[in-house]
Each structure stands twice: as C-alpha cells, then as structure tokens.
C-alpha cells in the first residue's frame, strides 16, 4: 500500500515495489491522477498487479474500504509506504488554524490512520513493514516551513511508536528523513510570496554532496526498509539528505578568515 503513490516519492516507491515483485495498491484524492499514475506504472512495469484507490488519508472510512478493496484483490498488504504529505509556506507563528489542521490531518494524522488500520491485518498475516517519510525539516527546523517541520517531527516519533507496538506481532516501522527532493512537492502551495522553481536554492540549500535528492532515492531505501534483509531494523529515523544534517557545513577559505577576524575582534 503505498499513499500518496500517484506522484513524486510515492509513485518512485510504488514503481520500485513493483519491480521487486510486490503487488501494489496506489492511493491518492484525485481519480484522473491516480488513474493515470497507475496506467504508467502499468506501462513501465509490465504484466506486473498495480490497482488505484481513491481516498484522502484524513478520512479513516475511505481509507478502510481501500484497504478493504486491496485485500479483496491482492491479498492482506504486509508492506505500508505513507508518502501523502502536503506543506504550507509560512512561519509557525503566523499559521492559520486551518492550514496548521490541513497539514498536521495529512502528514501526521493520516500516517496514524493508515498504520492503525492495517497493523492488524499484518499482524495476522505474521508481520509486515511500514515505512514512513519525514523529511530533514524534522531534524532542523525550518523557518519558512514551520508547521510542515512540525508534522514531519511528529511523523518521526509517531513512527518510533509504532514501531513499539508492532514489535510483539513482527510489525516494523521505519522512517526515512529525505531533505529537498527534485521536483518538489505538489502541494505545497506559496503563502508567502511568489516562490517559483527558481527559489529553491534559498528554500533548501543544496546538500554538502552536491546535489538534491531523487524520488528514486527513497524508493531505493524503502525496498531495503521494507525487505527481509532489514529485518533487524525498527524504529530507526533514517537520514537521506547528502549529509545536510549531518552538522555544520564546511567553511570556504573567505569564510574561516571572516570568522576568524570576527573572533579576534571579540578576545580583544
Ligand atoms: N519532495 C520533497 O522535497 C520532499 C522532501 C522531504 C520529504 N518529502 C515528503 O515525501 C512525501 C512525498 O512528497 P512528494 O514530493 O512526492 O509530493 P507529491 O509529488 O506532491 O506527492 C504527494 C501525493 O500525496 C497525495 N496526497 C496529498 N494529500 C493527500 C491526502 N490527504 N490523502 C491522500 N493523498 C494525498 C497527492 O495526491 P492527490 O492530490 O491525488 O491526493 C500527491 O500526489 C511527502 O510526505 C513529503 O512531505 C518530500
């Protein structure tokens, strides 16, 4: 089951899966979409099972007759990807209460309803894997994306939970903390002031290894998270951002200099 499968992180899961010969289900709120998303997996992987479901993730009755729909063709899902997110450009402080709402029913609430619903189902087929996305945001804070920065941290923890009370049914859960990934998300609509592709070396700087990240970068660590060959692992946050939170970046020459005048000038 893969939310959020129609687009970006989530559709580069869902491919990835299918190479690795899962069955996958696809679930989004648009049906033109998600309809079309799914005949291009079905294209890029062929003779492989991919369905699409419509549901938003904050609505638990919708998301129950997807799963309930999955099950029916595919079978009890044993793996969860949670890539539905969406985000607000605002500080914290100046959020409104209903874009604060929109984003924490999204990113946190949804990732709960979906694991509260099928951790059973999982449990009863003897274990399955869920497999969060957080994002560097939730590590450091990011100012002009205060709530989503927020949820993202909630998300990490929400994930450290379940990963608690999965453990005693075979249940793992691991979250996988991405930093800026090409092409950016959809639904992350500017509330500031005109940000464009352009912005978005001032949005995120680009990470000590050079570049950005790719969807297919976190599809490659969900298969693992999700595979037998992790199955030591649960509970883990896990960074995938070029060492962008990996500490302070390193100083060019003019920089340590500058520092360093600025030091002197402060022991004298
Ligand atoms: N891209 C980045 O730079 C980045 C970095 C770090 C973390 N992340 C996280 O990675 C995840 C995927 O991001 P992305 O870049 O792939 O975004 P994306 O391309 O916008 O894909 C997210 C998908 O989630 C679906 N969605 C949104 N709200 C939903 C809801 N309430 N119910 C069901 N589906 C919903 C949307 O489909 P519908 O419109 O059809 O519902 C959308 O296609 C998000 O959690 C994001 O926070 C992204």
Not at 78 to 88: P, Y
Not at 164 to 182: F, H, Q
Request: aromatic share 6%; proline share 5%.
């Amino acid at each position: 089951m893969v939310t959020g499968g129609n687009s970006g992180i989530g559709f580069a899961i869902a491919r990835r899966f299918l190479d690795e010969g899962a069955a996958v289900t696809i679930i989004g709120r648009s049906a033109g979409k998600g309809e079309r998303a799914r005949r291009a997996l079905e294209e890029a992987v062929p003779g492989t099972r991919v369905r699409f479901a419509v549901a938003d993730v904050r609505d638990r009755e919708a998301l129950r007759h997807a799963f309930d729909d999955a099950e029916h063709e595919h079978g009890t899902p044993t793996i969860l990807a949670c890539a539905a997110g969406v985000g607000v450009v605002q500080l914290v402080s100046r959020t409104d209460l209903a874009d604060w709402e929109w984003v924490m029913g999204t990113n946190v609430t949804g990732t709960l309803l979906a694991a509260q619903l099928l951790m059973p189902r999982m449990a009863a087929a003897g274990g399955g894997a869920i497999v969060t996305i957080g994002s560097d945001a939730a590590v450091n804070g990011e100012r002009l994306i205060g709530a989503y920065s927020v949820s993202k941290a909630a998300v990490v923890m929400l994930t450290k939970l379940l990963a608690l009370d999965g453990a005693p049914d075979g249940i793992r859960a691991n979250c996988i903390c991405p930093t800026y990934v090409e092409p950016g998300m959809s639904d992350f609509p500017d509330r500031i002031s005109g940000h464009d592709a352009g912005d978005v070396p001032e949005i995120a700087p680009l990470p000590p290894l050079g570049r950005y990240g790719w969807p297919e970068d976190v599809a490659a660590l969900a298969a693992f998270l999700a595979s037998d060959d992790a199955q030591f692992v649960s509970g883990a946050t896990v960074a995938l951002d070029g060492a962008m939170t990996a500490g302070i970046p390193a100083y060019d020459a003019d920089e340590v200099a500058r520092a360093q005048r600025i030091a002197r000038r402060l022991l004298r």
